[in-house]
């Protein structure tokens, strides 16, 4: 079985909301899981502009290296909410976006 990516982003991108819109360190964390169980998947599949890359192509390699960007931000906004930094813990979170815009522009 090969996991969609498509499907895996449209998951990523509903936590992603509920995380932007949470308005406690639980909710928040809740909805930053959920963000690394998606890109994890997302990890598992082939972009379909990556479809003629071989597995261990430049490319595919990039494609991860992407997705494990975003995990580390989420895991650094996730030490923020539980250090009770909500405020910046959010602000980490819009960040994120930099990393979505980059890896969208080569691979979406
Ligand atoms: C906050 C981070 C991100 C969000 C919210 C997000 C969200 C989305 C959404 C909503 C789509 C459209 C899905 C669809 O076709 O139904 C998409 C597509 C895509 N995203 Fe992301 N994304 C994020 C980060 C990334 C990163 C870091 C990468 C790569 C390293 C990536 C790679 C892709 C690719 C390859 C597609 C096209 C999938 C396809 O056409 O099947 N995304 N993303």
Do not use: C, W
């Not at 690394?36 to 430049?58: I, R, V, W, Y």
Request: glycine fraction near 6%; hydrophobic fraction near 35%; proline fraction near 2%.
């Amino acid at each position: 079985a090969s996991v969609d990516v498509g499907d895996a982003m449209d998951d990523l991108a509903e936590h992603y909301k509920a995380a932007l819109k949470a308005e406690n360190a639980q909710d928040f964390k809740q909805a930053l899981e959920g963000m690394k169980t998606a890109a994890n998947e997302a990890k598992q599949g082939t972009p379909p502009k990556l479809e003629k890359e071989a597995a261990d192509s430049e490319k595919m390699k990039d494609y991860h290296h992407g997705l494990d960007v975003l995990i580390g931000q989420i895991d650094k906004a996730e030490q923020l909410a539980d250090a009770g930094q909500l405020t910046q813990a959010k602000q980490a979170a819009e960040n994120f976006k930099e990393t979505r815009n980059t890896y969208h522009k080569k691979y979406k």
